[in-house]
């Protein structure tokens, strides 16, 4: 279990989705895979999935490797809960497909591309990647859910110790209505 499964284990379906929304690391390792012409399939005999050769690679190791780097490093948590604009994200894409327009041209054959169509076959998947991982930061969209997370834990916190409170207070009287009770001495009615 992941850092991030484990902080959000238990946590209801808001819990799992702002799991995903932080947890780029799965996305990047599939993205990967795929420029290396693998893809994850499930192996009946084992009963796991496991990545298999199925199709045409993209990029060799090398290549694949300068790639996630320049990924990893604008698909981070640091620019997924910022508050980005839209000019922003397109000049942040424009920016590394001009890095690895760059790079493609004069390591294409040292990275193991055969020809120009995968050259742009690669160029369009990483800028789609990039703008839609960036897309999440789009006007703070990823830290407004995460703060309304935090906040839906502190107050479920915060009903949990009001009930274990008013449990302990109250809870040698039985056959009583404790909870009955505890409203009106509240309320300055009991």
Do not use: P
């Not at 990647?129 to 916190?157: C, E, P, W």
Request: glycine share 8%; hydrophobic share 35%; proline share 0%.
């Amino acid at each position: 279990m992941s850092e991030y499964e484990e902080a959000y284990a238990g946590q209801g379906e808001e819990g799992r989705l702002l799991q995903i929304q932080l947890e780029n690391e799965r996305m990047l390792d599939r993205f990967r895979h795929r420029l290396l012409g693998e893809r994850l399939v499930f192996n009946e005999q084992k009963r796991t999935y496991e990545y298999k050769k199925t199709g045409a690679q993209l990029l060799n190791e090398k290549g694949a490797n300068y790639i996630m780097n320049l990924l990893e490093g604008i698909t981070d948590k640091v620019f997924i809960l910022t508050d980005l604009e839209d000019d922003q994200i397109r000049s942040m894409v424009f920016d590394l497909l001009t890095t690895t327009r760059k790079a493609l041209a004069l390591h294409y054959s040292e990275w193991g591309i055969r020809d120009t169509s995968d050259m742009d076959s690669l160029q369009t998947q990483i800028g789609n990647f990039a703008h839609a991982n960036l897309r999440r930061s789009y006007h703070g969209r990823t830290l407004d859910m995460m703060k309304t997370q935090i906040r839906m834990q502190d107050v479920q916190q915060v009903r949990t110790s009001e009930q274990t409170k008013k449990r302990s207070f109250l809870g040698g009287l039985k056959g009583h209505d404790t909870d009955g009770m505890l409203d009106k001495i509240v309320r300055g009615g009991g």
